[in-house]
């Protein structure tokens, strides 16, 4: 079991905007589940709002997104800031089909990893062991 301080890591995954493609979002979060974690799963369609109210609300220690709609500048902009604003920041990680560029930018905003397709789930779990230790 992964644990932190004494309890489960808490992981938000969420899949903002309009993208419909939640299929490797739905098996990392099983994937991750299964490694121990406490997973918070908010479907589809989520505003930057949305998951920044959830993240609070469920007191989540990381959050993970997954985005395939080519939006994920400016979601994950917007939701940094909106983060920012509530005094809320927590580390992030990324899923996607995200050109390298693009990832670089995202890490500048505060991403602390970018996860593409193929990604072993040992690797995501180190990763997220890291970020949140």
Do not use: C, W
Not at 62 to 81: D, F, K, M, N, Y
Request: a positive charge.
């Amino acid at each position: 079991m992964v644990k932190k301080r004494g309890a489960q890591i808490r992981i938000l995954i969420a899949k903002p905007g309009l993208d419909g493609h939640d299929r490797g979002a739905k098996v990392v979060a099983r994937a991750l589940r299964d490694a121990g974690f406490e997973v918070i799963y908010t479907g589809l369609h989520q505003t930057p709002e949305m998951i920044v109210i959830a993240a609070i609300q469920e007191d989540v220690d990381i959050i993970g997104l997954s985005i395939h709609s080519g939006a994920h500048l400016p979601l994950v902009s917007a939701i940094q800031s909106l983060l920012k604003k509530r005094k809320a920041l927590r580390p992030m990680f990324l899923g996607g089909i995200i050109p390298d560029d693009d990832a670089r930018q995202l890490k500048k905003l505060g991403v602390f990893a970018v996860f593409g397709p193929g990604t072993s789930f040992l690797d995501i779990i180190k990763s997220i062991n890291k970020a949140v230790h």
